[in-house]
């Protein structure tokens, strides 16, 4: 199908839900050349007119390595590759904070072309979190170099680094459409959600290892998400090991990121046909 034979979802929002979720699913799928083209060309344009390419993947999340570990430096001489960990943690938090805040960015921006050209609105916040995705992983790989370069050597272990970059993403693609449909109504959410995720990711354990916390505020900071998102990362890649965390906590947030991916999506279609009422 090409653009200009798309049907808007102007036509179908006052259909039943279910029947706008198969619509749309179906034309996520005739679209999915639309959305690799999205995603590709996004990560293009982000790193033409610059010295160093998409080297700064690498490079941006090592400079905040750098000033967070200045920040404490005390947890640098007793946690053994502080550094590191913290690299770990800021990877997954820039994936979701960058996945986010591009979706709301770019879905604004894409609806003024699709006033004239015709495609689902749903396919934004897909090829944003796409585009991310293939960006987190490229920087997961950096980092288990940089760690071997320290001496920790890849362990079969650190295979386990997938399904928690999976459960995240699919955590992040939720969130993502939620915050960008309500971004279209609420302009002031883009401001606002910087704040929100900083709070969530000093809440979960970015800067410190979970050992460190407090008895009082384990319970606070194990049932944060991002703590599964960062533990998902640190202790495959630094530690060999699964994360230290009970096993229902990581499966409850798996099933939470299924459902808030299921909310957010929804959420999103429901939203989509008043859009077009919204002045850009």
């Not at 000033?67 to 800021?90: D, G, K």
């Not at 990877?91 to 604004?108: C, D, I, N, P, Y």
């Not at 006033?115 to 796409?130: D, M």
């Not at 002031?188 to 990711?201: Q, R």
Request: charged residues 10%; aromatic residues 14%; positive net charge.
């Amino acid at each position: 199908m090409s653009v200009a034979e798309y049907t808007p979802p102007q036509r179908i929002r006052d259909a039943k839900l279910s029947g706008r979720v198969s619509t749309d699913l179906s034309d996520l799928v005739r679209f999915r050349h639309l959305i690799w083209y999205m995603a590709t060309s996004s990560l293009a344009v982000e790193s033409r007119g610059t010295k160093l390419g998409r080297s700064w993947w690498v490079i941006e999340p090592l400079l905040l390595m750098c000033v967070y570990t200045v920040l404490v430096r005390i947890f640098h001489r007793t946690v053994p590759h502080f550094p590191l960990l913290v690299l770990a943690s800021i990877l997954a938090f820039e994936f979701f904070g960058r996945s986010v805040g591009r979706s709301m960015t770019m879905l604004q921006t894409a609806q003024v072309a699709m006033v004239h050209v015709g495609f689902p609105r749903s396919v934004v916040p897909l090829a944003v979190t796409l585009s991310e995705t293939i960006r987190f992983a490229v920087s997961v790989m950096a980092l288990i170099a940089i760690s071997a370069a320290f001496g920790i050597l890849p362990h079969p272990a650190t295979a386990l680094v997938v399904p928690f970059m999976v459960i995240n993403m699919l955590f992040t693609l939720g969130a993502s459409y939620f915050f960008a449909a309500t971004g279209m109504f609420f302009r002031d959410m883009s401001k606002i959600t910087g704040y929100l995720f900083f709070i969530l990711f000093q809440l979960g354990c970015g800067m410190f290892p979970l050992a460190l916390v407090p008895p009082h505020a384990r319970s606070i900071v194990i049932f944060n998400p991002f703590t599964t998102f960062f533990e998902g990362i640190r202790a495959p890649v630094l530690y060999g090991t699964a994360p230290d965390l009970p096993f229902a906590v990581m499966s409850g947030v798996a099933v939470l990121s299924v459902l808030v991916l299921l909310g957010g999506y929804v959420y999103f279609l429901r939203r989509e046909g008043s859009f077009s009422k919204v002045v850009l």
